[in-house]
């Protein structure tokens, strides 16, 4: 299996910050990773698919980068509604295993 | 509009066998490029990947768990079965089935998910 290390598991931002999210994939694996948010109780949301693709609908402060073994998620000005939980997915291989979740607390 | 939704036991007893459905709607696992999947969340912990079933038949399962998992369709009710034998309270989790495109993989549309717990 390909195993995907996100960092950090949890985070204090306040609203108005800039928060980057990492992933790192045990093997290289070109543009097939996605990033979802989840809120508790509430299944996931997919926000980027393809490393750097927005889903629709989903804001633009959201942003996804990286190819080969590192990614990131920037959230560009943080909101209230964007506290929760972020788990990133390879799809490059089966299984398509998550990270681990960064929370994303308020501070 | 896509949307999916699990159905099946709240309450199984250890060593028994797990059967769940998901119904949906909004597309046809007859058409190419279509694909629906089961991931799992135990309470409290991340997202684990099951199995996926794409329109062609091509059905991909964990390899950790490929030996108690099984994936069926009903094309003609528009329903997917997951069949998970040998339950252990290990596999207490939230059962999430989900829409996957083929080419990405991504997980665009989830149903609501379904609480198992294994205990006797």
């Known amino acids: 299996d390909i195993q995907m290390t996100q960092s950090p598991s949890s985070l204090s931002a306040s609203v108005g910050d800039r928060v980057t999210i990492t992933c790192r994939t045990s093997q290289s694996i070109s543009n097939f990773v996605n990033w979802y948010q989840q809120k508790p109780g509430i299944a996931p949301k997919l926000l980027i698919y393809a490393a750097s693709s927005l889903q629709s609908g989903v804001p633009s402060r959201f942003s996804g980068s990286g190819s080969g073994t590192d990614f990131t998620l920037t959230i560009t000005s943080l909101q209230p509604e964007d506290f929760a939980t972020y788990y990133c997915?390879?799809?490059?291989?089966?299984?398509?295993?998550f990270g681990q979740g960064t929370k994303v607390e308020i501070k | 509009q896509i949307t999916l939704k699990e159905s099946g036991p709240t309450l199984v007893k250890p060593t028994q066998t797990l059967t769940l459905t998901c119904t949906f709607s909004g597309f046809s696992l007859s058409t190419s490029g279509e694909g629906v999947g089961w991931i799992r969340q135990p309470p409290g912990k991340a997202l684990e990947w099951l199995a996926l079933l794409y329109w062609n038949d091509d059905k991909r399962y964990s390899p950790s768990l490929k030996s108690r998992l099984t994936i069926t369709e009903d094309t003609s009710k528009n329903q997917m079965v997951l069949t998970m034998t040998n339950m252990d309270p290990v596999d207490t989790a939230t059962y999430y089935c989900?829409?996957?495109?083929?080419?990405?993989?991504?997980?665009?549309?989830w149903g609501q998910g379904t609480l198992v717990t294994v205990s006797s």
């Open positions: 989900a829409h996957s495109l083929y080419g990405s993989g991504k997980i665009d549309y």
């Open positions: 997915q390879q799809t490059y291989s089966t299984p398509g295993t």
